[in-house]
């Protein structure tokens, strides 16, 4: 604050002549604002004419007020005024409003004391008493809005035989082979129609987990004659899918999506990270956007979800062990997406030459070491292959090939 923005006409360096006549503004955001901002970093800049003001607002799990009532966000470089029903997507958003706590009226609770999934999980976790007063207990029935008491989203998405047919939004998990390793691909790089997971969460996430080690162990592509196989460690594998079930947001209308490239896994999780954590303090941070469905899942006996916290860094060491560079975060739009890229961490030169000291037979190409790699970038793979040339370890097939039919072989 104190400078103005480049459209202003002025002089657009307006300081303030002392720290104390910011104080009304720093009153606004740590009084007048319902709840308070809380951890702010307030600092004062001093410049020749005066101070300006540096004031950094982290990511915050709940949903604010102005003195006056109104809740804004962020568009683009401006703000934006929300009410009603986009208040109360921001707060499922945020997590600071549970959506698994809502009732779902087309499921009595009848329906779930009779489940088989409620009935296999309270032998599992050793309980005698009553089904509906386990299901009171652990917190998963509300009250719906006549009064009479139904299961919620929580309860229906872990005991109900369909819950994507109970509930209002999408909550299955759907699982792709693309042939490509492009961004955007086109129905013709579909190895097989995309597979549709459907029934309660424990089942979902094993039956995804099937699918997707079944598509995995047999994914592969030919570069020329050579077949190249993609490997990624089961364990890593399994704990991002558990992760985008038990943490996605569940209010919003769309399925967790799957898609197996030919270089990368990405799953892409419906909303975004949720409460204070961002891409950058994912793996320190820990906020769960649906508590009841985590607790339930994780005291099962051997259950899929580690404690909060311990999955990623499984997926990273796992990734690792398997000589796999790190998983990478990212929100695109309305969603969370995990990366797991089928690249080295051994350098390109290190890939290639690995690869044709275990077939000494093959030719190496640019793109079956961009394959094998997982390095994008056709021009440091380039590179890569010259340095490999100019050391006298590969050599080219025909010097009178054009450059992007290059092929090399092992000297």
Same mark, same amino acid.
């Not at 162990?217 to 993609?230: P, Q, R, T």
């Not at 399925?255 to 990405?266: A, G, L, Q, S, Y």
């Not at 994008?376 to 590179?383: E, H, L, S, T, Y």
């Given at each position: ?19 104390? =006549? ?40 709940? #949903? ?5 009532? @109104? ?8 703000? &934006?005024?929300?009410?009603? *029903? ?6 499922? =958003? ?9 009732? #779902? $009226? ?34 998963? %029935? $509300? ?6 008491? #139904? ?47 459907? !029934? ?15 598509? %995995? ?7 020329? *004659?050579?077949? #190249? ?8 594998? &399994?704990?991002?899918? %558990?992760?985008?079930?038990?943490? /996605? @947001? ?13 270089? /990368? ?45 311990? !999955?990623? @860094?499984?997926?990273?060491? *796992? ?15 309305? $969603? ?11 350098? %390109? ?24 790699? !997982? *390095?994008? @970038? ?5 590179? $890569? ?27």
């Amino acid at each position: 604050m104190g400078i103005e923005d480049k459209k202003y006409a002025g002089e657009r360096i307006r300081p303030f002549i002392e720290p104390e =006549s910011a104080n009304a503004l720093i009153s606004v955001l740590l009084e007048q604002t319902t709840p308070a901002v809380d951890s702010l970093i307030v600092e004062f800049i001093t410049i020749k004419s005066g101070f300006l003001l540096h004031i950094s607002i982290p990511k915050s799990p709940k #949903v604010h007020y102005t003195a006056s009532g @109104d809740c804004f966000i962020r568009l683009n470089a401006g703000k &934006q005024k929300i009410k009603g *029903e986009r208040v109360t997507a921001l707060a499922y =958003s945020k997590g600071s409003l549970l959506y698994e706590k809502v009732p #779902v $009226a087309t499921v009595s609770l009848k329906e779930i004391e009779e489940s088989k999934h409620l009935i296999d999980y309270m032998q599992r976790v050793a309980t005698s008493i009553p089904a509906e007063s386990f299901l009171r207990k652990q917190r998963l %029935v $509300a009250e719906n809005s006549n009064g009479t008491n #139904v299961p919620n989203v929580g309860c229906v998405l872990l005991f109900d035989e369909e819950p994507q047919a109970s509930i209002d939004t999408r909550c299955a998990i759907k699982v792709y082979r693309l042939r490509t390793t492009d961004t955007e691909y086109k129905r013709e790089h579909l190895a097989e129609m995309p597979a549709t997971i459907n !029934g309660p969460l424990e089942s979902v996430i094993r039956q995804s987990i099937e699918k997707i080690k079944a598509l %995995v162990n047999g994914a592969s592509f030919y570069d020329g *004659e050579n077949l #190249v196989k993609m490997q990624y460690p089961a364990d890593a594998i &399994q704990e991002v899918l %558990v992760n985008a079930v038990i943490h /996605r @947001d569940y209010s919003l209308n769309d399925d967790i999506h799957v898609k197996i490239f030919d270089n /990368r896994i990405e799953i892409t999780s419906p909303g975004k990270l949720p409460g204070y954590m961002n891409t950058d303090n994912i793996y320190d941070e820990r906020f769960s956007r649906n508590p009841n469905i985590v607790r339930m899942l994780h005291n099962l006996p051997n259950p899929l979800n580690h404690d909060i916290g311990e !999955g990623l @860094d499984t997926v990273k060491n *796992e990734l690792k062990k398997a000589g796999l560079v790190a998983p990478v975060f990212e929100e695109r739009g309305n $969603a969370f997406v995990v990366t797991m890229k089928h690249q080295r961490i051994a350098s %390109v030169e290190d890939v290639v030459m690995g690869y044709l000291s275990e077939n000494p037979d093959s030719l190496m190409t640019n793109k079956l070491a961009r394959q094998l790699s !997982g *390095e994008d @970038d056709i021009n440091k793979v380039k590179k $890569a292959l010259q340095k490999l040339r100019a050391d006298k370890k590969l050599a080219l097939v025909d010097d009178n090939a054009k450059t992007f039919n290059y092929q090399y072989k092992k000297i």
